[in-house]
């Protein structure tokens, strides 16, 4: 079976900064086409942040014409707040890529780290080395927000048609919802 050649934009959202990265692939050999952070901590108004977002990534569609989309989606924090912003960068983003009529691919944290390392629990300095290894390229010098967004790119080409397009909300099949299966393999997390 071949592989398409695509081009694939990762996304790793965030309120002040959102990281982004272009990823082509050809066949079984993969080039980082731009990677880079679409910064707003300087923005006071959350709204006027995510219009900037929201601006930025359809500039990045419209400019690179990625064939997919791949976002990482938040699934827990320590401040309800910072989740709530999160979680409307991350709709911005959705929003941007939907309105240019391309697919969009949710992954879990989890998914993105163990599809780099075989770690769902790696460190963000581990996903960024084996990144620089199986890319060829040096992240010593890139911000982890878009070495995270390269990550989620690289999950989404690796997996291939092998992805589940299922909401993080719907149920798993097992019985439990997504939230049910988070609790039990992060007990500790729970107050």
Same mark, same amino acid.
């Given at each position: /079976?071949?592989?398409? =050649?695509?081009?694939?934009?990762?996304?790793?959202?965030?309120?002040?900064?959102?990281?982004?990265?272009?990823? /082509?692939?050809?066949? =079984?050999?993969?080039?980082?086409?731009?990677?880079?952070?679409?910064?707003?901590?300087?923005?006071?108004?959350?709204?006027?942040?995510?219009?900037?977002?929201?601006?930025?990534?359809?500039?990045?569609?419209?400019?690179?014409?990625?064939?997919?989309?791949?976002?990482?989606?938040?699934?827990?924090?320590?401040?309800?707040?910072?989740?709530?912003?999160?979680?409307?960068?991350?709709?911005?983003?959705?929003?941007?890529?939907?309105?240019?009529?391309?697919?969009?691919?949710?992954?879990?944290?989890?998914?993105?780290?163990?599809?780099?390392?075989?770690?769902?629990?790696? *460190?963000?300095?581990?996903?960024?080395? /084996?990144?620089?290894?199986?890319? =060829? /390229?040096?992240?010593?010098?890139?911000?982890?927000?878009?070495?995270?967004?390269?990550?989620? *790119?690289?999950?989404?080409?690796?997996?291939?048609?092998?992805?589940?397009?299922?909401?993080?909300?719907?149920?798993?099949?097992?019985?439990?919802?997504?939230?049910?299966?988070?609790? =039990?393999?992060?007990?500790?997390?729970?107050?």
């Amino acid at each position: /079976m071949s592989v398409k =050649n695509k081009v694939i934009l990762g996304i790793d959202p965030g309120s002040r900064r959102t990281g982004f990265a272009l990823l /082509m692939q050809e066949g =079984n050999r993969f080039e980082t086409l731009q990677i880079g952070v679409i910064k707003s901590e300087s923005i006071e108004d959350h709204s006027q942040r995510l219009r900037h977002i929201y601006d930025e990534i359809s500039t990045l569609i419209k400019r690179h014409s990625p064939d997919e989309c791949a976002i990482e989606t938040p699934v827990y924090g320590k401040d309800p707040l910072a989740m709530l912003k999160l979680g409307r960068a991350q709709a911005a983003c959705i929003l941007a890529i939907v309105n240019q009529e391309v697919e969009v691919t949710e992954y879990y944290p989890k998914a993105v780290k163990k599809s780099i390392t075989g770690n769902g629990n790696a *460190a963000k300095e581990q996903v960024a080395y /084996m990144l620089a290894k199986l890319l =060829n /390229m040096d992240t010593e010098n890139i911000s982890r927000d878009a070495t995270d967004a390269l990550a989620v *790119a690289w999950c989404h080409a690796i997996r291939g048609d092998d992805v589940t397009t299922e909401s993080p909300l719907k149920r798993t099949g097992r019985g439990r919802t997504a939230w049910g299966d988070f609790v =039990n393999t992060n007990p500790e997390r729970i107050r």
